[in-house]
């Protein structure tokens, strides 16, 4: 199997983000030609060891890859939908499992956020992105005390635009059992209203 077949075969699987496993199960071949093929080949590009995607694949379908469970939240997920203007560069993902930042020669910055699993919800998958509903993102944010200037905005500028659940806002503010986080979404609900 040459290269450019291998390469057509994880596209026409939908696998842009793929391990080596992946690779044996689709084309039969041995581990050790596998790696020489990824190692090789101008196609494919390596995010962090054991962990593929093929060149041209969206940042953030490679983030959302890594980890299982896992998806993007805070600002990028913000950003991703619309609520603020600002271009994010650090993709940063959820999960419940430890992982070590990622930066590659590519471009590619990639943070993980750990959670308890149960705080694993309010996400979806839109192409092969797995993402944060807005509101998920604005909880995380106040959850994890991170990029709360633009959860802010978002809340603004989504509320306005009547792309935003309220109600859907406040139950999440209540499923992560904080009541940090709830006072603190209700003080920025308000300051959002005024």
Known sequence: MRNSEISKVLRLC????????????LT?????YLYLFVSKSKEIKR????????????RAEIASSICRPSYI???YALMYHGGIDQVIRT?????????RRIQNADGIMIEFKTV???LLYGYRRIGGVVVAEPEKAIIDA???????????EALANLDGEGRIDMEKLKLYAKRT???SVVDRLAYMMKSVAQ
Not at 91 to 99: A, G, L, S
Request: glycine letters at 12%; proline letters at 0%.
């Open 14 to 25: 939908g696998l842009r983000v793929f391990r080596i496993a992946d690779l044996e199960r």
């Open 28 to 32: 039969g071949k041995g581990r050790d």
């Open 47 to 58: 995010v962090q060891n054991g962990v593929y995607y093929l060149a041209g694949t969206e």
């Open 73 to 75: 939240s805070l600002a």
């Open 91 to 99: 993709i940063k993902v959820v999960t419940d499992k430890r992982h």
């Open 116 to 118: 308890k699993k149960n």
């Open 142 to 152: 106040l959850y994890l005390g991170e990029d709360l200037k633009y959860a802010k």
């Open 177 to 179: 059992g904080k009541r």
